[in-house]
């Protein structure tokens, strides 16, 4: 329900909360990203289909199809990496980000480049691929880009619905999705519409000024996750 209604509102987050429990709960970390995905692609649906007609494809297409790419490989390298070291680094890149972007809030928009959406959506990749945390380097983007609120929940909802429909396919290939999963992933359904709704009800009365804000400090939230999880 946590995961769900901090996506709602923020436009991102359900995987960064859901994966400081799931690796704990799993044999394997491929089956907790898998879960993660799963729920993060149900969540984002009902607000994607809302407000399809607010998505700008020229903004979103390249950095949306180049984490489609990366991810896939992503996946299948999972069961052998070794990832702990990356996360420490991650995190204190997220962290970094956070403070420029919350100091420099009112400044920053930038020109959705497609050199600038293939770089971000191969960090995403690599990130959503290997620990289901593929949103921070997207929504930094997303956010730096955006002419409103709506489109910015638009591109965000739609890139993680897509992407983890797709995540789905790939860890399903990988064999990761397990029973185990499956029945987790049913049971955990009544907590996401709850979650759904009651952060559908917050999002529609924050600012545009409130909602870059909590975005960011959220960014240092999830630094803080990879670095210590």
């Not at 759904?196 to 870059?212: Q, S």
Request: proline fraction near 5%; include cysteine.
């Amino acid at each position: 329900m946590l995961a769900s209604f901090t996506q709602r509102v923020t436009g991102f987050g359900s995987g960064i909360l859901i994966m400081t429990v799931l690796p704990h709960l799993f044999p394997s970390m491929g089956e907790a990203t898998a879960l993660s995905g799963m729920l993060s692609a149900f969540t984002s649906c009902i607000p994607a289909i809302s407000m399809r007609k607010h998505l700008p494809l020229r903004k979103f297409l390249p950095i949306m199809l180049t984490f489609l790419l990366v991810s896939f490989f992503a996946v299948n390298i999972l069961s052998g990496v070794e990832a702990s070291a990356f996360k420490h680094i991650l995190g204190g890149v997220l962290i970094a980000l956070s403070v420029y972007f919350f100091i420099f809030n009112s400044k920053i928009h930038v020109k959705p480049s497609v050199p600038l959406q293939v770089g971000l959506g191969t960090m995403s990749g690599v990130m959503g691929g290997l620990f289901a945390m593929q949103g921070p380097p997207a929504v930094v983007y997303f956010m730096a880009s955006s002419d409103s609120r709506d489109e910015y929940m638009a591109m965000t909802q739609w890139y993680f619905f897509a992407g983890n429909v797709m995540l789905t396919l790939f860890r399903f290939n990988a064999g990761f999705i397990t029973p185990a999963v499956g029945t987790s992933f049913l049971v955990a359904l009544p907590a996401v519409f709850l979650g759904i709704a009651l952060g559908a009800k917050v999002y529609n009365h924050i600012k545009v000024d409130t909602l870059r804000r909590v975005i960011y400090a959220f960014l240092a939230v999830a630094g803080l996750v990879a670095m210590i999880s």
